[in-house]
Nanobody
Framework: QVQLVESGGGLVQAGGSLRLSCAAS????????MGWFRQAAGKEREFVAA????????HYADFVKGRFAMSVDNAKNTVYLLMNSLKPEDTAVYYC???????????????????????WGQGTLVTVSS
């Protein structure tokens, strides 16, 4: 069983930055593609970014391109989401997720795939004040 634990959320002013972390662990840990998703109050969950563990393949949602950057630290089994130029509309609970069947970040970010992802973290709240 793989466990994912997010951290790094908090309250930040518009224009500020935060870095989220997602640490993976577990006896059967496999390096499948990892994604970040978010869900704002009253809204559908949406894809943010996904990455391969090599770090060489990263896929972003259009609304975060140029502002967010996803990276990996293989030694720590951790993926990161650096969020810059934050806006109030970025306020949401952010989750990391993956599935042993998916090694391609593009697949993790495909529409509707999140409903089938097997492994999810507990989420971390990001609040951006105006």
């Amino acid at each position: 069983q793989v466990q994912l634990v997010e951290s790094g959320g908090g309250l930040v002013q518009a224009g500020g930055s935060l870095r989220l972390s997602c640490a993976a662990s577990g006896r059967s840990f496999e390096r499948f593609a990892m994604g970040w998703f978010r869900q704002a109050a009253g809204k559908e969950r949406e894809f943010v970014a996904a990455i391969s563990w090599s770090g060489g393949n990263v896929h972003y949602a259009d609304f975060v391109k140029g502002r967010f950057a996803m990276s990996v630290d293989n030694a720590k089994n951790t993926v990161y989401l650096l969020m810059n130029s934050l806006k109030p509309e970025d306020t949401a609970v952010y989750y990391c997720a993956g599935d042993p069947a998916l090694k391609d970040p593009l697949l993790v970010g495909a529409p509707g795939v999140d409903r089938w992802l097997e492994v999810w973290g507990q989420g971390t709240l990001v609040t951006v004040s105006s």
